[in-house]
């Protein structure tokens, strides 16, 4: 089945600077990247997805790379804020079970003032 | 409008006991999913269900866990005989129709096994 690795674990930066967090998957059939933000004692929330037909999605501040070929993804934060403190997870899924979605172990984003 | 709801929020049982948790998707979302989330660990995938069409329990540990969805809306996660390492977070989650879409986490249940 498909397997999904995160880095890094843990994640420190300035206010201000830009944050990169890694994801691996094994399955090539994975065609769904989805990322999850999941506050202190909140429950996790999308913040972004990518579909395997496009290679880069942007939203704002936020933005994901897709490369197929070396099977990673990878979100990028820029103009970090304390708000954007949270723990962040990636997630796959393909086709032919499209609701089971495999997620990564997690980044602990820590923006400091 | 209302968003995924989970019932009881938190509980402690003893082990070896039955818990039922209960989630309530977002009305009209036709597909319900659940998930654990151990302490600081990832969301591990347990079940989905869609529609009318038979669920994906691939991802149930063991014969221990079951759950069922009546009437394509409340759904209930069934824990047998339950032991220490079942302690976690069950997450529900629901997305408005079959596909790669938008999943809507629910609070979650903290269950504690003593």
């Known amino acids: 089945g498909e397997n999904v690795e995160q880095h890094p674990s843990t994640l420190s930066v300035q206010e201000g600077d830009s944050a990169v967090i890694k994801c691996t998957y094994s399955?090539?059939?994975?065609?769904?990247f989805p990322w999850y933000k999941q506050e202190l004692g909140k429950r996790p929330q999308l913040i972004i997805d990518?579909?395997?037909?496009?290679g880069e999605k942007k939203d704002q501040r936020i933005a994901v790379t897709l490369n197929k070929t070396a099977k990673h993804f990878s979100l990028h934060i820029t103009e970090t804020q304390p708000e954007d403190s949270a723990v962040y997870f990636c997630?796959?899924?393909?086709?032919?079970?499209?609701?089971?979605?495999?997620f990564g172990a997690g980044t602990q984003v820590v923006v400091t003032p | 409008g209302a968003g995924v709801s989970q019932s009881p929020s938190n509980k402690v049982t003893e082990k070896g006991k039955d818990v039922e948790l209960r989630c309530d998707p977002i009305?009209?979302?036709?597909?319900l999913y659940w998930y654990r989330q151990s302490l600081g660990q990832g969301l591990e995938f347990l079940i989905y269900?869609?529609?009318?069409?038979?669920?994906?329990k691939s991802g149930l540990p063991s014969d221990r866990f079951s759950a069922e969805r009546t009437g394509g809306s409340v759904s209930t996660l069934t824990i047998q005989r339950t032991q220490q390492e079942d302690s976690a977070v069950y997450l529900c989650?629901?997305?408005?129709?079959?596909?790669?879409?938008?999943?809507?986490f629910g609070p979650g249940t903290r269950l504690l096994v003593l």
């Open positions: 009305s009209g979302h036709t597909a």
């Open positions: 989650a629901s997305s408005r129709n079959r596909g790669q879409e938008t999943q809507y």
């Open positions: 269900f869609q529609g009318n069409s038979a669920p994906d």
């Open positions: 997630a796959a899924s393909k086709g032919d079970s499209w609701g089971k979605l495999q």
């Open positions: 990518i579909r395997s037909n496009v």
């Open positions: 399955d090539s059939a994975s065609n769904y």
